[in-house]
């Protein structure tokens, strides 16, 4: 059997969903997962002690809250929060982004909390 | 001391170099490097063994010629070539590209020859 080779349109993919902080799989490459999310508003301080978290912008902009200081992403931009890095995302506007990092990797790190949410499949 | 904390521009970082077909990495996520590079005309058939690898195409038009079938990628799409699939990078105008995969991993797999070229750091 032939498995189908279809590509992954980003626009078309963000179309599918409206729900923010809400991690969306659009591929998996060995043991990561590339992910969207929509954001708007502020997320919760956290922090990832296994992992790097790279973040992409697509449209909008994003800022990462760090203890020293901020990160400002426009579309085009990418940061990688490394591990163990404190961090807080924050967009005034309706922003998405795309996300790299392993797989089973939850949003909110080491705080947990009502907003905890695993990523799910986009087909 | 406070590590700078500075954003990746990807065309800032597309406009710093003009060699084809070298890998300029522009970050690193755990044990994985996120880098750049500009293709045009065709690359060889090769293959990796170990490893997935991401591209997305940035601006251009890039065709990923697959044994049983061409993906073809527009700006904003990207696809996951699977490990042990063999595949060839053909581009017939300019195209800018990122790459994603562990560190390491060679341009041109298996094949290997008088195109291979670990990635570049740029800075």
Redesign the interface.
Known sequence: M?EP???????HKLAQFDELWTQKK?????D?E?KLAKLKGEFIWHTHED????FLV?SGRLTIR?R??D????P?????VP?GVEHCPVADEETAILL???AGVLNTGDAGGPLTKAAEPLD
Chains 1, 2 share one sequence.
């Open positions: 032939t080779r279809a590509s992954v349109n980003l626009a659009i591929a998996d490459l060995n990561y590339v992992t790097d978290e790279l697509i760090l020293d200081g990160v400002v992403l426009e085009g931009e990418l940061f990688v591990r790299l990092e392993p």
